[in-house]
């Protein structure tokens, strides 16, 4: 397994639409492994495949960080068919260093996915697993936490991103 490099804003691949998923080979299974080890490493609760910059629908979510196998999730084209509910509380994201906010998610989601092998599966998520998922999903069609920003919060994040884009430049 391998850490691989984690794509920072504004790099394009964060903005697509990513694939679905229609092969379930070795290659797959590696990159979901990457993809953990990439998370936990950071460390964080969440990795999306554009992230690493992989135009795929996968994601990874360990609201353990690690601590517990049981709480780890591999989501290959998940999607969610039901939320209830809303709950606003502090997101950051691995591709944003530095910028935090409060954003608006479902309180409670179930989620439509595939496993490593195709096989479909259902799984209801509340509180701060829905969130990371919910903001997993995101990024795989291309959205950002900072999206969902309103008002004040816009303003002050635009800056902040404006300052994260000049910085990338820098070291680039
Ligand atoms: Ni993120």
Redesign the pocket.
């Known amino acids: 397994m391998a850490i691989l490099p984690i794509r920072i804003y504004p790099d394009p691949v964060l903005r697509v639409k990513c694939r679905r998923v229609e092969t379930f080979d070795d290659g797959l299974r590696k990159l979901a492994a990457n993809m953990v080890e990439t998370m936990h490493a950071a460390p964080g609760v ?1 990795l ?1 495949a554009p ?1 690493v910059g992989v135009d795929l629908r996968l994601a990874v979510v360990d609201v353990s960080v690690g601590e517990d196998p049981a709480a780890l999730r591999v989501l290959v084209n998940p999607e969610v068919v039901r939320r209830e509910g809303s709950e606003t509380d502090t997101e950051g ?4 260093p530095g910028i935090t906010d409060k954003v608006d998610r479902p309180l409670a989601i179930t989620l439509k996915a595939q496993n490593l092998k195709g096989e479909p599966f259902e799984l209801d998520a509340e509180e701060y697993l829905a969130r990371a998922i919910c ?2 999903i995101d ?1 795989l069609d291309g959205i ?2 900072t999206d969902h920003l309103r008002g004040l919060r816009k303003e002050r994040v635009r800056r902040q991103l404006k300052k994260l884009a000049a910085e990338q430049e820098v070291a680039v």
């Open positions: 969440g999306a992230q994201c691995l591709s944003l903001h997993e990024h950002l936490f």
